[in-house]
């Protein structure tokens, strides 16, 4: 069975026994679960002082083959901090000397990009953490499969209702979380991709910030030079009658009427119980049929069998 190994390198896990719950959660499923100590690990908001957070980092690179997946413990803030100080290099080189899932979301975003941006072939995943899924109080059985399903198949394809014209597209897919990325404009720490496939999600941003961020990201020419993009979750804020019929969808169509590529929309993926797992660069091809679209994604690493 697959051995797992934590990182902290955000926020420090105020749900303690969350974290606690999804380590009990995957050793009984048949996983060892390595460096556990980091999940009290504390400095001030963070999982430990940036030397000790930047540590976590460092370790991957000397991960033995033995060592199948890197999950990080939760997001919250910390990475922005030590992408100046991170060795790309030597991650991407661990990654090619056998397969690691890297696997996070939130935060972790900025260290998923920058790592792509400096390697192209450095694949990891977006997908669940320890405390916010696998230590939730009831496991999400979708969330459970489909992060297996993106660790184990060299191939694998999602489908989901959603609304937009007809298409297909293929390129890289990247992305994360919206906020995350709207942050790394400008710097060095931006892939600079171009024809790929943008997934993006958030979570306690009403529409209106949304799509303040994604106008930034426009304005920078990113995102009319992807092939298409996708919207995933965007949850945990209310409207109200100021708003006047202002809503997510209404933000999309105003979307739709800037943008020169597809947008998608209705893909469970992010800050929620129910997510998919998806691989940060890896080859993509999407389609929309009907009131259908469909992903599916090759060229990731895999757990052994």
């Given at each position: 069975?697959?051995?797992?190994?934590?990182?902290?390198?955000?926020?420090?896990?105020?749900?303690?026994?969350?974290?606690?719950?999804?380590v009990?959660?995957?050793?009984?499923?048949?996983?060892?679960?390595?460096?556990?100590?980091?999940?009290?690990?504390?400095?001030?908001?963070?999982?430990?002082?940036?030397?000790?957070?930047?540590?976590?980092?460092?370790?991957?690179?000397?991960?033995?083959?033995?060592?199948?997946?890197?999950?990080?413990?939760?997001?919250?803030?910390?990475?922005?901090?030590?992408?100046?100080?991170?060795?790309?290099?030597?991650?991407?080189?661990?990654?090619?000397?056998?397969?690691?899932?890297?696997?996070?979301?939130?935060?972790?975003?900025?260290?998923?990009?920058?790592?792509?941006?400096?390697?192209?072939?450095?694949?990891?995943?977006?997908?669940?953490?320890?405390?916010?899924?696998?230590?939730?109080?009831?496991?999400?059985?979708?969330?459970?499969?489909?992060?297996?399903?993106?660790?184990?198949?060299?191939?694998?394809?999602?489908?989901?209702v959603?609304?937009?014209?007809?298409?297909?597209?293929?390129?890289?897919?990247?992305?994360?979380?919206?906020?995350?990325?709207?942050?790394?404009?400008?710097?060095?720490?931006?892939?600079?991709?171009?024809?790929?496939?943008?997934?993006?999600?958030?979570?306690?941003?009403?529409?209106?910030?949304?799509?303040?961020?994604?106008?930034?990201?426009?304005?920078?020419?990113?995102?009319?030079?992807?092939r298409?993009?996708?919207?995933?979750?965007?949850?945990?804020?209310?409207?109200?009658?100021?708003?006047?019929?202002?809503?997510?969808?209404?933000?999309?169509?105003?979307?739709?009427?800037?943008?020169?590529?597809?947008?998608?929309?209705?893909?469970?993926f992010?800050h929620?119980?129910?997510?998919?797992?998806?691989?940060?660069?890896?080859?993509?091809?999407?389609?929309?049929?009907?009131?259908?679209?469909?992903?599916?994604?090759?060229g990731?690493?895999?757990?052994?069998?």
């Amino acid at each position: 069975m697959p051995v797992i190994h934590l990182i902290a390198p955000s926020g420090y896990c105020v749900k303690q026994e969350a974290a606690l719950r999804g380590v009990e959660r995957l050793v009984s499923a048949g996983h060892e679960v390595e460096n556990q100590a980091v999940i009290s690990r504390r400095f001030q908001r963070f999982a430990g002082d940036d030397n000790a957070r930047l540590s976590d980092l460092s370790e991957i690179a000397q991960l033995g083959n033995s060592t199948d997946i890197v999950l990080a413990v939760r997001g919250g803030y910390g990475m922005t901090r030590l992408l100046e100080s991170i060795d790309y290099g030597a991650i991407a080189h661990r990654l090619e000397q056998a397969p690691l899932a890297i696997c996070g979301h939130s935060d972790f975003t900025v260290f998923q990009l920058a790592l792509l941006a400096r390697h192209p072939q450095a694949i990891t995943f977006s997908g669940p953490m320890l405390a916010g899924n696998f230590g939730s109080e009831d496991l999400n059985t979708f969330t459970w499969n489909h992060f297996w399903q993106a660790l184990q198949e060299p191939e694998f394809t999602l489908q989901w209702v959603s609304d937009s014209t007809p298409f297909e597209a293929s390129g890289t897919l990247w992305g994360g979380n919206l906020s995350m990325i709207a942050s790394l404009v400008g710097s060095p720490w931006l892939p600079n991709i171009e024809g790929g496939i943008l997934v993006l999600e958030d979570v306690n941003e009403h529409p209106f910030r949304v799509e303040r961020m994604l106008m930034q990201l426009l304005r920078a020419g990113i995102l009319n030079k992807q092939r298409a993009i996708i919207l995933g979750s965007f949850n945990g804020t209310t409207l109200n009658t100021y708003d006047d019929g202002y809503n997510f969808d209404v933000m999309c169509d105003f979307l739709r009427s800037k943008l020169t590529v597809p947008l998608v929309t209705g893909l469970n993926f992010g800050h929620e119980a129910r997510t998919v797992t998806l691989p940060l660069g890896a080859a993509a091809r999407l389609s929309h049929q009907g009131d259908m679209a469909m992903l599916t994604l090759s060229g990731h690493p895999v757990l052994r069998r």
